[in-house]
């Protein structure tokens, strides 16, 4: 399947500390989006990155893409305990526009 | 609706009952998801909705369940004959068109089958 597939699966940092999480993914994709969910609950749209950009910022969050390597990463900078949350790469899968989740990163980010 | 509003939040139900779960999505928005996330693991597609297109099913994980979405808005997932292993949060999401649009997550249906 074309789902996304993130590691690691769990990354604990102190805050202050840069978290990086990356998400591969099998064939060809236009778009690829970062979500974010709190206590398991609903998820929030984070960024979304276009097959013909390879960067992409939002304050403190950079997202790149590398279509080559199929795969993606989620750079947050300067963490704060608040980042404390599971984060999702999500993809469309073959043709439709159903979009494809992975299993996700714990990030915990210790005060 | 200012955004994707589920209910019930919470259910706790038998073995063998039948549930129903719904789904108010953005005003506006066209394609309508339900996925579902068991405890600490990933999303798992259940079924969306597109405008007046067919619906692709092929997440439904048995014939026990179904969708509907009426008049393009609301949407109903329903749960018949229940069975423990069907205890998740029911998650649904809107956008507005398709082509890499941004969907919005409602806050869940968490179901517990006892």
């Known amino acids: 399947s074309q789902q996304g597939e993130e590691d690691p699966q769990a990354l604990s940092i102190q805050e202050g500390e840069n978290a990086t999480m990356n998400c591969s993914y099998k064939t060809s994709i236009n778009n690829l989006q970062w979500y974010r969910q709190n206590s398991g609950r609903g998820l929030v749209h984070l960024i979304l990155i276009r097959s013909n950009e390879r960067e992409k910022h939002s304050g403190r969050l950079r997202v790149t893409l590398d279509t080559s390597k199929k795969s993606s990463s989620l750079l947050i900078t300067a963490s704060r305990a608040a980042d404390t949350a599971s984060y999702f790469c999500?993809?469309?899968?073959?043709?439709?526009?159903?979009?494809?989740f992975g299993k996700g990163t714990k990030l915990t980010v210790n005060p | 609706g200012a955004g994707v509003s589920q209910s019930p939040s919470n259910k706790v139900t038998e073995k063998g009952k039948d549930v129903e779960l719904r789904c108010d999505p953005i005003s506006g928005h066209t394609a309508l998801y339900w996925y579902r996330q068991s405890l600490g693991q990933g999303l798992e597609f259940l079924i969306y909705?597109?405008?007046?297109?067919?619906?692709?099913k092929s997440g439904l994980p048995s014939d026990r369940f179904s969708a509907e979405r009426t008049g393009g808005s609301v949407s109903t997932l329903t749960i018949q004959r229940t069975q423990q292993e069907d205890s998740a949060v029911y998650l649904c999401?809107?956008?507005?068109?398709?082509?890499?649009?941004?969907?919005?997550f409602g806050e869940g249906s968490w179901l517990t089958v006892v």
């Open positions: 999500a993809v469309p899968q073959g043709g439709s526009e159903k979009l494809v």
């Open positions: 999401a809107s956008s507005l068109m398709t082509g890499g649009n941004t969907i919005y």
């Open positions: 909705f597109q405008g007046n297109s067919a619906p692709d």
